[in-house]
């Protein structure tokens, strides 16, 4: 079963979905940076339908994270 949230990742960041998990954060992925961290915001509203707080997006420092914000949702990831 593919994860939409870790194929979302690999496509903004442009690697490969192996080298991504829960745990992946801007400290342990050099191409996580503050620009793609936008690209990555937009790209989790528009994917998910959701929109986002301030709040909630400095909170997501890892996909994990990111990940339980959209759970809170209740989003289907």
Known sequence: MSDKLIALFADILEISEDMLN???????TW?????????LIAAIETTF?????TKEIVSMDSIAKV???????????
Do not use: C, F, Y
């Open 67 to 77: 990940r339980a914000v959209l759970q809170g949702k209740n989003i289907d990831i």
């Open 31 to 39: 191409q996580w940076d503050s620009l793609t961290a936008m690209h």
């Open 49 to 53: 339908d959701v929109r986002l707080s």
């Open 22 to 28: 829960d745990e992946t954060s801007p400290k342990n």
